[in-house]
């Protein structure tokens, strides 16, 4: 049919098995590292098959996306509020040479919240290029 476009669907609600799936995915184990896909599959009481299927499912990897961004930026938040902390360790050892852990410690933090604004920064301007580049093909 001419002219008639495809509406986009729209995000549907997923399911508590689904959720309770995505958030099972970014809990580290134990051992800290990530969960297996078959281990987590048993966790929920599902088939691990589906749970390889909602992978591939759209809605399914947005709400990751999304969940994996807040934990991110919540993690980036607290490394930033240390900031005054750190540079407190770097001023206090300043004239002292028996602090080298507490120092690369502090230096770290800094360091690290530093280039999390350059990431939001670059994530921000990605975002609105994408935005720019779906309103321009509309």
Known sequence: MQG?????????ELTRRQEAALLAMLEPST???APSLVQIA???????STLHRWLNQ???KT????LRRQMVEGSL?????LMGKAIDTLERNLDTKNRPSECRAASTIIRQSIE???FSDFDERI????KQLKTDKA
Request: charged share 40%.
């Open 4 to 12: 008639n476009k495809e509406k986009p669907i729209e995000r549907r």
């Open 31 to 33: 051992d800290g590292s």
């Open 42 to 48: 048993k966790n929920i009481g599902c088939n691990p």
């Open 58 to 60: 759209s809605a399914f």
């Open 63 to 66: 709400r990751y996306r999304e």
């Open 77 to 81: 938040a607290r490394l930033q509020s």
């Open 116 to 118: 999390a604004v350059d």
């Open 127 to 130: 975002a609105k290029i994408e």
